[in-house]
């Protein structure tokens, strides 16, 4: 299955590329759970969320590490506290229930979204590929960066989740390609890379903290422009 897929010889195939949503082209925006936090009549000093943001982000890749507890729910305690914020624990269930209606993570990632853009230029298939809420579509419009993408694939739309590859497979159905040896790009090892893997896909794996692999259809890219050396080196950007 490994192979499956793979470019062959004389045959050009369009690429298809495919993005994860959360931490890889959207990220938590603090300037809006500011003013979420406002509506509560909860005050928060100005950049103190910024400043309570990196212990936050240490405690959620610990718990995504270990394999424990509710990382969104830990990031952002962590996050409030560290902000002063009054009423962290109701404050963070208000914040976990409204999630699926208000996504916080609303703040795009401007290189990686570049970087789509250049893609779909390239006459590339772009698509999002997201364990989301149902709502990720709606999002991208309302944030507008929904332009590069084909197809948005939500887990919350579907009914199944990255790693599982039906996922996978549901997108190149959407797309109406196949054999086209696709890459997905995302943050999470766990959900992006051993999903892509399973299903037969390359992969980049891209943030902070992540670390380099022996599998040549898998790249690690700490930073945006080790994602576009990454899709270089895969044959799909010129240099
Ligand atoms: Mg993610």
Same mark, same amino acid.
């Given at each position: 299955?490994?192979?499956? %897929?793979?470019?062959?010889?004389? =045959?050009?195939?369009?690429? @298809? =590329? ?7 082209? @959207? ?13 509560? %009549? ?22 995504? +590490?270990? %394999? ?13 506290? !560290?902000? !002063? ?34 893609? +779909? ?6 698509? @999002? ?47 109406? =390609?196949?054999? +086209?040896?696709? =890459? ?50 895969? %044959?799909?950007?010129?240099?």
């Amino acid at each position: 299955m490994r192979n499956k %897929g793979r470019y062959k010889e004389g =045959i050009t195939t369009t690429p @298809v =590329i495919t993005f994860d949503a959360g931490q890889t082209l @959207v990220e938590l925006d603090l300037d809006f759970l500011g003013r979420r936090l406002a509506e509560r %009549g909860l005050e928060v000093a100005p950049d103190a969320l910024s400043a309570a943001a990196p212990a936050a982000w240490r405690r959620y890749d610990e718990l995504v +590490a270990a %394999g424990t507890g509710h990382p969104w729910r830990a990031l952002m305690t962590t996050l409030l506290q !560290g902000a !002063g914020v009054r009423e962290v624990d109701p404050t963070v269930e208000w914040l976990w229930s409204e999630q699926p209606r208000v996504n916080l993570w609303r703040k795009p990632i401007t290189e990686m979204v570049d970087l789509a853009r250049e893609l +779909a230029r390239t006459g590339a298939c772009v698509a @999002v590929l997201s364990n989301s809420e149902g709502r990720l579509a709606e999002l991208l419009q309302e944030i507008s960066i929904a332009d590069p993408f084909t197809v948005i694939v939500d887990s919350g739309r579907l009914g199944i989740e990255k790693p599982d590859r039906r996922i996978f497979d549901h997108m190149l159905a959407a797309l109406g =390609i196949a054999g +086209a040896d696709p =890459i997905h790009i995302g943050d999470s090892w766990a959900a992006d890379i051993v999903g892509a893997r399973d299903a037969g896909w390359r992969s980049i794996w891209y943030g902070r903290g992540v670390t380099p692999t022996n599998d040549p259809r898998i790249a690690s890219a700490p930073d945006p422009a080790a994602v576009r050396a990454a899709l270089v080196a895969f %044959g799909v950007l010129q240099r």
